[in-house]
């Protein structure tokens, strides 16, 4: 009898999870760049452009190349680059667009308690009720006379 992991099955998952664990490892990496291209840029006020300061192998961005301005540019998008570095379904480990919705519209439609709870907490709130405490000079204000 042979053993489990010599089937044929059992090696095409072993073989599955490392290439998970590899493009984890990959997608790790490229966004540890990613991360250092936008901290470490450099901002010319002049031309109002964003340039990269260094070399970034996995993004394939060079340095003083221009990553952000205002006019004719195509930004970069983290999507492209992991389809670059061929990773298998990019759009795991990429943030939904702005126009589509997004983790916390997500999040509010579909896993938050629907109901309406303004208000709840105001109306459960009963203030404490003190002891009166007695009126400074008997109650007669600060207009009197003598």
């Known amino acids: 009898m042979k053993p489990a992991s010599d089937t044929p099955q059992a090696s095409s998952e072993e073989n599955s999870e490392s290439k998970a664990e590899a493009q984890k490892k990959l997608v790790a ?5 990613w991360k250092l291209l936008w901290s470490e840029r450099f901002d010319d006020r002049i031309k109002a452009e ?7 192998d996995r993004l394939r961005v060079e340095r003083g190349a221009i990553i952000h301005a ?3 540019f195509k930004a970069l998008n983290f999507r492209e680059i992991l389809e670059q570095n061929k990773v298998e379904n990019p759009d795991l480990f990429v943030q939904p667009s ?24 105001a109306a459960s709130y009963v203030p404490e009720k003190r002891e009166a405490q007695r009126p400074k000079k008997g109650g007669r204000g600060w207009l009197h006379t003598t």
Not at 29 to 33: G, L, M, R, S, Y
Not at 50 to 56: L, R
């Open 70 to 72: 205002t006019r004719d």
């Open 50 to 56: 964003g340039v990269s300061v260094g070399n970034y």
């Open 29 to 33: 990496e490229v966004k540890a760049q």
């Open 98 to 121: 702005v126009h589509v919705g997004g983790w916390n519209k997500f999040v509010k439609t579909q896993i938050t308690n629907h109901k309406l709870q303004k208000g709840k907490r």
